[in-house]
């Protein structure tokens, strides 16, 4: 028996938002497999603990990230400016499959780590210029379940939720993140980390 090959249960499902192209991908990784990584990166990656600068005052960012990615390439958001370190074994394993399954090429992953439900990460869109002209997000989820938030930036009403599980696979491409924003807000439900993996492509 593989463990490891799940392919089959793998279901895709197209979020049918407005000036967005979002597909979650259930189960890419399968779960056994999902949680072995989890414990590696909770392990083994150097998670900083980042600042972010609101209104001349200086706070903790509400969860642990680190940056990894190809030499020479540095990624700055909200302030922050982050240099890569190279990519692991696992890293590469994972970015592997996502470029196998998208036909794309990723180049750096951000990863942010969610100790528990009281971190979290606020309304923001990923529309950094390093990023270019509609960017791709291809973000694997690891460890506990979390929600996941939109709202339209113009049409106030357009939100949407769903929950990022173990082993899936959220990607956002095309105008995403030029008309929506994204959120993972705080939740007393959750006590267990959940690690996120968003790979990009930097220019
Ligand atoms: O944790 C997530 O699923 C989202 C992470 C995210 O939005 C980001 O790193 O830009
Ligand atoms: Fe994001």
Redesign the pocket.
Known sequence: MDLFSSEENKQIINLELPDADIQYVDRFIDPYRAKLYSNTFLDKVSWQQDTIKLFGKTFNQPRLTALYGSEGKSYSYSGITMKPTPFTPELIEIKKRIEKFTSLQFNAV?L?L?RDGNDS?GW?S?DEKELGDNPVIA?V?LGAG?Q?QLKHKIVKHLRHKLE?ENGSL?LMKGTTQKYWK?Q?PKTEKITSPRI?L?FRYIY
Request: hydrophobic content about 30%; overall charge neutral; cysteine-free.
């Open positions: 951000l942010n969610y990460n923001h990923d973000s989820s979390r996941f990022l959220l994204h993972i996120n968003t």
